[in-house]
């Protein structure tokens, strides 16, 4: 009788993340933080979800991925009246990367830099946001 083995580790998600106000739209933003961050966050795949049973929503996904094998992802929270995350309606995107917290911090003072960026906030992961974009880190 075969024996079936699961290998399995848990995937590395960040506790904060950074909420980002802006008016401007998602491939703008993508080309602020580009330049602000010296980042190459490029079009991914929409990241679909289910709003309501036959409700679904698709929210744009930009990645990068350092030298260091850091990901960066910006996200968008708003499609069409529908949010990603309704607990965080006052963020239009998120910016999400495994890199240390402390570094974190400075990412996100970084980003003020950009005129196009009207704040960004380092908040914390709840359970919410970690089954949103737990996919984004399991690759």
Known sequence: MKKRVKLSSEPYFPKKIIGISSHFKDIQVAWALNNTLSLN?????????QIQPDIFQEFSVFRYVDASDFSY???SNKNTGYFLTPK???????LISN?????LINVGKE???SKMI????IISADSFILKAFNCFFEE
């Open 41 to 49: 966050l490029r079009k991914s795949k929409n990241f679909r979800k």
């Open 99 to 103: 890199v240390p917290e402390k570094d």
């Open 88 to 94: 965080h309606k006052n963020f239009d995107f998120f």
């Open 73 to 75: 992802f910006l996200i």
């Open 111 to 113: 980003i003020l830099k």
């Open 118 to 121: 009207l704040g960004s906030f």
